[in-house]
C-alpha cells in the first residue's frame, strides 16, 4: 500500500479501532467460534466487536488454520485490516535445530543464518508473519533456565548471531519474499542479568556494563533490519523496563535508532501493578503508551483504558497515533494489504516442512554444536566395539529442548535408536540404569564383561530449563551421579553425554568419566548426531559459548571480567590478600571458547605487521596452527585482547574477533585478522564510544584462556 493510503488509514480510524490495533490476543480468543464472552475474554476486556478490532494474534499456525482466520476476521473488520499472526518459533518451526546455547557453541553465524531461513520458510508456509527471535540477551548466571535460549555471554559472539538470526528470519526482501519472517529482537533490556539467576527477578547493572556488554547485541539485531522488539519483564535501574520512557524512547528509539514495533512481553504491562509503579492497570496503561510500548501482549490495560485515556489527553493521542502507525507500517512492511495470507499455503506446507533437506541442516548444525569436554583416548569408538548403553536419557526423545514450537516428539530418534542403526544390535546391550542403581546387573555380567564401552546419556529434562526453570543447584541430579560412580566400579571406559539446557557443575563428574561430550539439546536429529561423534563420522568443532563453572559459588562468572585491583596472578597464589576463593580456583572448570577435537591443533606465535598503529591504520596479526593430529579438523581461532589502560576499569581480555579453518592430518595454515580502530572502542564514562591512544596486549589461541603475550601500541593525534 501506498504511503498516503497508508495515512488515509489511520485517518480514518475511530479511537477504539486504532486501540485495537495495540492490542495482541492468544490464539484461543477465535478458537471458539460461539458467541459468548469466554473465560480470557473477560480477562482480556474483550468484547465480540473489540475482537475483530485487535492488530495481531499469538500462537496460532497452520496454513488453513490463519487462512481461515484471516478471511473472517478481515470481514467483520469494518477497514478490512490484516491480523499478523505471531509466534515463538526460536530454534525451529518442524525442523527443530539445537537449543540457542547450542547453536552459540557452533561459532559459526552463518550456520545460525541458515537455521532462521529454515525456520522463516517453515513458519511462513503455516500463515506465520513474526517470530519472537532472537533472544539476544547475553547471559552469565546458569542459574537462569533461559541461557538455553541465549547465544552466551560474550557481547562479539551474540552480535554476530544476533545479525545472522535476522538476516536469515527477514531475508533481503521481505514484501515479496514470502518465505520470510519479521524478526523480533528480545528481551529489551538486559533481561539476562536477574539477580540471583531468579526468572523474572530484578536486575541491577551498572550503566557502563549495560552499554558495554549488554546492549550491543539488541544494536545489532537493530541494525541488521529488526522489525520488532520486545520488552523485558526486569527493570533497569529500578524501573520496569515495559514502563521506562527513558530506555524506551531516550535510548532505544532516540539513541538505538529503533523505528519499528515495540511489543511488551506477556502480561508485562498488567506487571507493572505488582512491581509497585502503577496503581493499576489504567495507571501501568499510560505508562507503557507514554514509554512508547506499541502492543500490548495478553494483559487487559489497553484494551480497558487506553481509549479512555486517550480521549482526556491530546498527548496521548499523539503517542497512539505513532504506535498504530508503527504497528500499520509492519503490516505494510509485510505486504499483508496486497496478500493477507501471505506465504500461507497448505501444498507449500506439506511440502517445505520437515522436509529432507531441512532434517539435513539440523543434523549438519547439530553436529556442529556438539562440544567434547574430555576425552582419555576412548573417542572415537569403534563400529565393531562391543557397547554397553545405559543412563537415564538413553532412550528418550526429549532431546528437542524447551521452546520447541511444532517439534513432534515421536518423529525424533533416541540415542539408542541412532546408535543401533551404527553399531548393529549384536554389539549394543542396552541397559536399565535402575539395572545398576540397584546393583542387580549380574544378568548383564557378560555383556558387561565383554564391553570395550559403556557410554552413559544423562544430564537434564527440557524442562528443567528454558522460562521459569531457575536452579540454585546446578550439578547432576544426584541419581545420574550415583549412575556414575557405579558404574565406575566395572572398571570399563565411560563415556558420558549430556543432555542440557544451561552449563552444569561437572567436577564430580569429571574423575568418573574418560569421555564426556556435550550435546545440549540438539534437535530434531540430535541423536545421530552425538552417534556421529561418538563413532568419529565427524569430527567434533564447538566451543563452549558460556564458561562452566567449578561450583555454583562462582556464579556470576565470565572469561571477560573486570580487573580487579588485586588480581591474582601465578606468584600470589597461595597469599592471601588478593581477589580469590579459599576453597576453589578463580577460574572456570571449563572456559568460554573451550572444546576438544580428535586431532590437536598447534599454535605458532602470532605476529603483528606493525607494533604502532594509527587511527586509520590497519594491524594485521597472523598465526600459524598446525594439525598435528592423524584426523582431519576444524578450529576456531580466537582473538583476544586488553586494553592496559583506560579511561574505565576494562575486562581481564575480551575476544575481538575469530575466524574459522580446517585442516587435514599434518596440514599447516596461517590465519590472519586485521584490527581497525574501532575494535578497540569502549564506553567511557559519559557513555560516548571512542578509544584511547596506549598499548593493548594481545593473543591468539585456542580458547579463553590464551595468554596475550604481544602488544602494540595506538596511537592518535
Ligand atoms: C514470554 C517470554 O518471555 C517471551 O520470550 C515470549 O516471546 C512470550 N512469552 C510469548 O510466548
Redesign the pocket.
Known sequence: MKIEALKALLEDMTIEEKVGQTIQLSADFFSDQSEDITGPMNEMAMTEKKKYQVGSV?GLSGAKETIDLQKEFMEKNRQHIPLLFMA?IIHGDHTIFPIPLGLGATWNPEAIKLTAEISAKEAAAQGLHVT?SP?VDLVRDPRWGRVMEATGEDKLLNKRYARAFVEGYQGEDLKNDLTKLAACV??FAGYGAPRGGRDYNSVDLNENTLREHYLPAYQEGIDAGAKLV?TA?NTIDNIPATGNKGLMRDVLRDEMGFDGVLIS??GAIGELVPHGVAEDNRAAAKQAITAGVDIE?MSAAYSEHLVDLVKQDDSLATLLNESVWNILRLKNDLGLFEQPYRGADEETESQSVFSTDNKQAALTVAEQSIVLLENNGVLPLNKEDRIVLTGQRRDSNDILGAWSWKGDLSKTETLKEAMSKTVGSENLSVIDDATFLEGQYSFFMDDIRLADTVVVAIGESSEMSG?AASRTNIKLPENQLVLLRELKKLNKKVVAVLFNGRPLDLSDVIPLVDGLVEAWFPGTMGAQAITNVLFGKVNPSGKLPMSFPRSIGQIPLTYNEDSTGRPLTDEKRGEKYFSRYLDTENTALYPFGFGRSYTRFEYAGCTLSKQTMSADDVLTVSVTIKNTGEVEGLETVQLYIRDKVAEVVRPVKELIDFKQVTLTAGESKTVSFEITEAQLRYTHADNTVSSDAGTFLIGVGTDSRVSLSESFVLEKE
Open positions: 499469538l515463538d519472537f533472544m528480545k528481551h520486545m519483564f512481553d506477556w501482549m522460562e
